[in-house]
């Protein structure tokens, strides 16, 4: 029988060539013999996870590294960048929001005012987009071709009637206002030519597009761009273009009458300030206003239209 059928037992399975073995569970009595506990030199010994770590570091080589760096320092430059814009827009807001709850007109007018302005806003609005409306339909019959001639007949007529009302050497009629001013007239009383003139700029703004104002006698001048207005020498009345009325006053007035109304009534405004000097300011509503006071044509010495 062979050395390794002595050895073990059987002689299956055989032993390894080279490696004499002990009795079983008794460890290799050779002085060089490796732990038994050590894994088989056979089985490739597993790295440390620090050693792997440091294994693929070192086969990436300086090229992974420096790719991993920049991008570390990109990502730091965008959030820094990020954190500056936030910043920026914490800081408008905050301002704005300060700005809007600080604003003292806007703290001091009631929600009825605010709801007059908005409906003022919104009629001028609506009386603009009317305008634009009626200028693109003028100039799309101006481009038609048959209609063309015809229609530049009546634009131009059109125009020459309003501008006719605007001047004051045409008559107008149509929906507006009836404003009585009374009280005590004079440069520092209730009614002054300082506050017809901002009644009628107050009425211009708000669409007026006639006007003429009358005295006690009846006695009327048409308002037109170049109308002034001045207190009588003497106190007791006003100088209106050259002509003294007597109060009180009426101004007949061709527009929207809510919008003119709303006008009127804004805090601060013509109501307002007449109301506290001691006088009285009331605007009636009337469906046909008639505006009848004529304006002498102004004769032009020095401007020519360019041709």
């Known amino acids: 029988m062979s050395e390794e059928h002595r050895e073990t037992g059987t002689g299956w399975p055989p032993a390894a060539p080279g490696r004499p073995t002990g009795p079983a569970g008794e460890p290799d009595p050779r002085p060089d013999a490796p732990d038994p506990d050590e894994l088989s030199p056979l089985a490739p010994a597993e790295p440390e996870p620090d050693e792997r770590e440091v294994e693929e570091s070192a086969g990436d080589g300086p090229a992974a590294a420096a790719k991993k760096a920049p991008a570390a320092r990109r990502w730091t430059s965008a959030g820094a960048m990020i954190a500056v814009l936030l910043a920026l827009l914490g800081f408008t807001l905050v301002v704005q929001l300060k700005t809007t709850s600080t604003d003292p ?21 609506r009386r603009l987009r009317q305008e634009i409306a009626a200028l693109e339909e003028s100039q799309r019959q101006l481009r038609s071709g048959e209609q063309g001639r015809q229609a530049a007949l009546e634009e131009a007529t059109r125009r020459a009637d309003e501008l006719g009302i605007l001047a004051g050497t045409l008559p107008a009629v149509g929906p507006g206002l009836s404003v009585r001013f009374d009280g005590p007239v004079g440069p520092d009383k209730a009614i002054s030519a300082a506050r017809i003139l901002d009644a009628v700029q107050e ?52 527009g929207d009458p809510a919008t003119m109304r709303t006008a009127l009534n804004i805090p601060g405004g013509v109501v307002a300030s007449v109301q506290e000097a001691g006088g009285n300011v ?26």
């Open 105 to 125: 007109t806007l703290a001091a007018t009631r929600e009825e005012d605010l709801v007059r302005i908005s409906s003022d806003l919104d009629s001028r609005e």
């Open 203 to 254: 009425l211009r703004g708000a669409g007026a597009e006639a006007m003429q104002i009358a005295g006690v006698d009846r006695t009327a001048v048409r308002i037109i761009a170049s109308t002034y207005f001045v207190d009588a020498e003497g106190g007791g009345g006003l100088v209106v273009d050259g002509r003294r009325l007597s109060g009180p006053y009426t101004i007949t007035v061709i």
């Open 282 to 307: 009331t605007p009636v509503d009337r469906e046909v206003v008639e505006v009848s006071q004529l304006h002498a044509p102004i004769k032009l010495d020095h401007a020519r239209p360019v041709s």
